[in-house]
């Protein structure tokens, strides 16, 4: 057999639009599956043509996932970057061939509910499809029926139905993608398994085979389930669980007799019937059932067959027993099948991870290592696209940050982490999630210093980033303000208590605390600090030490990466220069990692996990803790966006006057050590006027009311400054910094959509997030945050809408569980807007 993949056409120049690259890097894609060969396509279309695609099995059908995948392609997902892979690989799909054979069958999907909470879940689905852009449409048992005919009418409740989905023959569009990336120069090499990744001075330089070496500067992992395999020869822990998933196909059923022939295959829509955990597509005149429906199947890797034997590795046996209940289902979905019997089924293996997304990026400890992996066929060629953006272009155009391999703490890549969150996923996959649900187990994992504390008062915990993070404490109960709290919805009374609402109002009105732990703490020091920080962000940095700036990390399109408070803490002990950083999370420490001079003027620590921070915020805050130091707090002494070391009682603390709920305090932060001392010192100081602990629930009340923007949430890297409102924090004139060539020309005039404030007519009616806007009737945005806001007594939500609907006093309407709400675009901030309560 012929060990590579001949060039079948010459070498074709790169298209129009690419510049041609004089020095072309050596790329080397490990796996021919579909996300491999979506790669090799999108690579060679913007100019890297010397492209070697590595592949252990056959071409193209590998043996791997895909080669077996049903193909089914569902665009619609809570993740807006999600979604657009998906669409992105509808339409890309959708214009293929493979020798004048279809790649993509554009049938529809229908997803139908058989309880009433389905049928609340499918219409929330349809706002996030219309958020997301993806036309979709509710519908009544008689229209499903209309659609999909085997369907029992009695079974079902409504549909919500997806025109443009469809089903994608995997291998035929991978071999399509493959070929025009031969033509333009790569080489895909057959049965070459990959057995090592070749290194020096922190890079790749070569990925090594059964059948010799492959110099690379740049290796892309695509190996699918395989791929923590792969990366244990570069040194990196890929956090994907291989689990195996049944997929069964009927004997011929009659109904269906003569409806799919030749090339057809399937005419009626891709089915799914979550209740139950099951989906269904035709093959002519039989169904394929796919059934989320058994026990977690992990898969060990070496116990995977090798490929070029008699049964593709990825196909394991089927077993039966694990089939009965899902077969019994179908039937009770799909009577027609009672005519039929379960005639083939295999248990096929493909990845899950710990939160259900894929992994994108490059290893964090050797350059020029990258993955893209977990990845479904839904998604891969949205996910090549925006890998080859990353790799050629340097920077994604879709907003990552879900996705990238670089999200996870420590922690989150253990392997038990990892397994049970896998398999927990895969349980998962199918069911009504609530935004803020959180998974159970592994849990507690990250604790604060004040976590026995915090149980004593009856904090109700949800996780963030592995952290346990107190959203209210049952101890509040008792506080008089809980009375006056207005009630909310059912899905929005999930994981809330009117306890919230008291504690927002009590920092309002008194003090509180906040236990700002979870936030990400970095230390960055070293001569060449201020300039290396001044060059990464967009604000003012070179100001006296004791300074406090909120500043933005941005990319080199000017989108931001993320948002910082940067203080400057002066000379540490054996240190020159030190800054300690406010950041998002784990994507800023790789950010700024690799981003680090080379001559070693630089060091980037993360201090989180040593450190702890409470957020002591409220009126009274200076009364509680001018008598606990001798160190000078008040509004001359201490100024607003300063820092200050000082003592608290026994407590070393950094103070920093900032408040991200907009009213009078600090936040503290102490070691690790003194943390539980810092906590029962505040509370007894406290409680004389009136303390309360309050927890995130509150936290994002407040922050609304004050218009303060959550990175991740209400903006990403896709966002300039100025569409989101963050304009005030970039100094043009400061001199030259990443991503300021992309803003020139850029203002709040210029931009084309906005981030806004809207107020709810009804302030009852508290939305979540992800709900669409619409402006004179049509779809215009999204909803990123919401909530109820305690102290103005209405309902807020931020939104992005176009440049056209965005003024002060513009009608909207937010669709809320199909329900047209209205709102007004209003003039922020909510709450305080002259900053009188911060600034005194
Ligand atoms: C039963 C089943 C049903 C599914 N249904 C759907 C569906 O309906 N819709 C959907 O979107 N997704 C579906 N999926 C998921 C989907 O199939 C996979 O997520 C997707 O195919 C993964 O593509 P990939 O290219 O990453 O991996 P793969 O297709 O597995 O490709 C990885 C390649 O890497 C190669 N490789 C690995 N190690 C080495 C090595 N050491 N050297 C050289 N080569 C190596 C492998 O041989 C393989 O060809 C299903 C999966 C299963 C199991």
Redesign the pocket.
């Given at each position: 057999m012929c060990n590579s993949y001949c060039r079948a056409q010459p070498p074709q120049p790169p298209p129009e639009g690419t510049d041609a690259l004089t020095v072309q890097p050596r790329v080397v894609i490990?796996?021919?599956?579909?996300?491999?060969?979506a790669l090799s396509d999108e690579l060679t279309a913007r100019g890297w043509t010397d492209v070697t695609v590595?592949?252990?099995?056959p071409l193209f059908a590998?043996?791997?996932?895909?080669?077996?995948?049903?193909?089914?392609?569902f665009q619609t997902n809570s993740s807006r970057t999600m979604t657009e892979f998906a669409s992105y690989t509808v339409r890309k799909y959708s214009a293929l061939t493979l020798d004048g054979q279809w790649c993509f069958q554009q049938l529809g999907g229908l997803e139908v509910a058989t309880t009433p909470e389905r049928l609340a879940e499918l219409t929330r689905k349809h706002g996030l499809a219309a958020s997301w852009g993806v036309p979709g449409a509710l519908l009544d048992p008689g229209q499903c029926v209309a659609l999909h005919p085997l369907l029992d009418r009695d079974r079902i409740l409504g549909g919500f139905h997806v025109p443009t989905d469809g089903l994608?023959k995997?291998v035929r569009a991978g071999e399509a993608q493959a070929r025009r990336a031969i033509g333009r120069g790569a080489r895909f090499m057959a049965h070459?398994?990959?057995?090592g990744i070749g290194s020096a001075n922190g890079r790749v330089t070569a990925v090594v085979?059964d059948q010799g070496s492959f110099p690379a500067d740049v290796v892309v992992s695509?190996?699918?389930?395989?791929g923590p395999?792969?990366g244990r020869m570069a040194g990196l822990a890929v956090p994907l669980v291989p689990l195996?998933?049944?997929?069964a196909r009927t004997s011929p059923v009659p109904a269906l007799a003569g409806c799919n022939t030749g090339e057809l295959e399937a005419s009626k829509p891709i089915l799914r019937h979550q209740d139950r955990d099951l989906?269904y597509r035709e093959h002519g005149d039989r169904i394929g059932i796919?059934s989320y429906a058994h026990r977690p199947m992990p898969v060990d890797l070496g116990e995977v067959p090798a490929?070029g034997g008699p049964v593709m590795?990825?196909m394991l046996p089927f077993t039966k027993e694990d089939f009965e209940q899902p077969w019994a289902d179908s039937q009770a979905l799909l009577p027609a099948l009672a005519r039929a019997r379960v005639d083939e089924g295999?248990n096929?293996?493909?990845?899950f991870t710990p939160d259900g997304f894929p992994l994108l990026g490059e290893a964090p400890e050797l350059r020029g290592f990258w993955v893209?992996?977990?990845?479904?066929?839904?998604?891969?060629a949205g996910v090549a696209r925006a890998m080859a953006q990353w790799l050629v272009e340097g920077t994604p155009r879709t907003d990552v940050h879900e996705c990238d391999l670089n999200r996870f703490e420590p922690g989150q890549l253990a392997p038990a982490y990892v397994h049970r969150r896998g398999c927990q996923n895969f349980v998962e996959v199918y069911d009504i999630i609530h935004p803020l649900q959180p998974m159970e187990d592994p849990r507690p994992l990250r604790v604060s210093p004040f976590h026995a504390r915090q149980r004593d008062l009856g904090a109700f915990f949800l996780e963030a980033s592995g952290w346990e993070r107190p959203h209210w404490y049952e101890a509040n109960q008792a506080l008089p303000e809980v009375a006056g709290i207005p009630g909310r919805g059912a899905w929005a009374s999930r994981y809330w208590s009117p306890i919230a609402g008291a504690e927002a109002l009590a920092t309002r009105e008194r003090v509180a605390m906040y236990d700002m732990t979870a936030l990400k703490r970095l230390e960055v020091t070293g001569p060449g600090a201020q300039a290396f920080l001044q060059y990464l962000t967009t604000n003012q940095l070179d100001k006296p030490v004791g300074s406090v700036t909120y500043t933005l990390l941005l990319d080199e399109t000017g989108g931001v990466r993320s948002d910082l408070t940067v203080a400057r803490l002066g000379p540490g002990r054996g240190c020159g220069e030190r800054w300690q950083l406010g950041a998002n999370g784990n994507l800023d420490l790789d950010w700024l990692i690799r981003r680090l001079p080379s001559d070693g003027s630089v060091q980037v620590r993360d201090t989180t996990a040593g450190t702890c921070c409470i957020g002591l915020w409220g009126p009274l805050a200076r009364d509680l803790v001018q008598p606990l130091t001798d160190a000078d707090f008040s509004h001359q002494g201490f100024g607003y966006f300063r820092a200050k070391q000082a003592y608290l009682g026994n407590v070393p603390v950094t103070a920093m006057r900032l408040s991200y709920v907009g009213e009078l305090g600090w936040e503290l932060y102490t070691t690790a050590d003194n943390g539980q001392k810092l906590w029962d010192t505040l509370w007894e100081a406290g409680q004389s006027l009136g303390i309360v602990a309050a927890g995130r629930s509150a936290f994002n009340s407040l922050r609304l009311e004050k218009g303060y923007r959550s990175w991740g949430t209400d903006l990403t890297a896709e966002h300039n400054p100025y569409e989101a409102g963050l304009g005030f924090a970039v100094r043009m004139d400061k001199g030259d910094f990443l991503g300021r060539d992309a803003l020139l020309g850029t203002t709040e005039e210029t931009v084309a959509r906005r981030l806004v404030c809207l107020l709810l007519d009804d302030p009852r009616a508290v939305v979540m997030g992800k709900e669409p806007v619409y402006a004179d009737g049509a779809p215009a945005g999204y909803v990123t945050s919401a909530a109820y806001g305690y102290s103005i007594g209405a309902s807020i939500a931020y939104a992005w809408l176009p440049r056209a609907a965005a003024d002060p006093g513009r009608r909207v309407e937010v669709e809320y569980f199909g329900e047209r709400l209205p709102a007004t675009v209003t003039q922020e901030p909510l709450f305080d807007p002259k900053m009188a309560r911060i600034r005194r």
């Open positions: 490990v796996g021919a599956g579909i996300v491999g060969c590595l592949e252990q099995g590998t043996g791997g996932s895909s080669s077996h995948a049903p193909g089914l392609v994608a995997a070459h398994t990959v057995t085979t695509c190996a699918g389930f395989w395999r792969i195996a998933h049944q997929y989906y796919g490929p590795p990825s295999f096929g293996i493909f990845s893209a992996e977990a990845v479904w066929v839904t998604h891969s």
